[in-house]
């Protein structure tokens, strides 16, 4: 198994300008979080979905930000318009919800807005 | 409010000094508790479930514990490749996962 596919891996960006973030799950898994990590506020939960339906959006920062899952393969998270705050590791991770909860994470991909 | 505080935020051992690491929690409805690991440039990796008071579980040198109110990680005997941030995070009634800060954790050799 690949694990869970990220990219891209780095991406520096100007402020105002459009990122867009992808994230691949584990293949049959069922759930699929968005996380964001700085030193400052540590790893926080963004959104999750489970079966393709957003299911808490309660962690997303604000508007500039959406999250999509189309189909049970991948997402998008997307930061429009992008700012210098936005900067940090952004964490997707994937679960099987058969019973137990663990979370696998991707690699990761660091956000640098400036 | 839910909640996961990690202590200490760091820790320095030498190789072979046995240590715990805790996570006190206030928590809605636990589903379950989770400890990872996290190397520099990573993502954090999967250890440990804990899901009732009283459970334990091992890994190598490493053993989770928990409480209705906290989670310790005992470390026995670590060696350098130990060195790392430890996560504790919860799972709540409503399905959303907390995160403490973590504990950074260096072992000497």
């Known amino acids: 198994d690949a694990g869970v596919i990220q990219s891209p891996r780095h991406e520096v960006t100007e402020m105002g300008q459009e990122v867009t973030l992808r994230c691949k799950p584990i293949?049959?898994?069922?759930?699929l979080f968005w996380y964001r990590q700085t030193m400052m506020r540590g790893l926080e939960l963004l959104i999750y979905?489970?079966?393709?339906?957003?299911?808490?959006d309660s962690g997303m920062p604000e508007d500039r930000f959406s999250a999509k899952m189309p189909n049970a393969s991948f997402s998008t998270l997307k930061i429009q318009p992008s700012e210098p705050r936005d900067s940090a590791v952004y964490f997707c991770?994937?679960?099987?919800?058969?019973?137990?909860?663990?979370?696998?994470f991707g690699p990761g991909t660091r956000l640098t807005v400036t | 409010e839910d909640q996961v505080t990690q202590s200490p935020e760091a820790l320095r051992l030498q190789e072979g000094e046995s240590s715990s690491l805790n996570c006190s929690y206030t928590?809605?409805?636990?589903?379950?508790l989770f400890w990872y690991r996290q190397d520099p440039g990573k993502g954090p990796e999967f250890l440990f479930t804990?899901?009732?008071a009283g459970e334990e579980k091992e890994k190598e040198r490493l053993k989770a514990t928990l409480t209705k109110k906290e989670s310790f990680l005992h470390i026995t005997a670590p060696k350098p490749e130990d060195s790392a941030t430890y996560l504790c995070?919860?799972?709540?009634?409503?399905?959303?996962?907390?995160f403490g800060a973590g504990t950074r954790l260096f072992v000497k050799a």
């Open positions: 991770a994937s679960s099987s919800r058969d019973g137990t909860y663990e979370q696998y």
């Open positions: 804990l899901y009732s």
């Open positions: 979905f489970n079966n393709n339906v957003p299911i808490d």
């Open positions: 928590v809605s409805g636990l589903r379950g």
């Open positions: 995070a919860v799972e709540n009634g409503g399905f959303k996962t907390i």
């Open positions: 293949s049959g898994h069922n759930s």
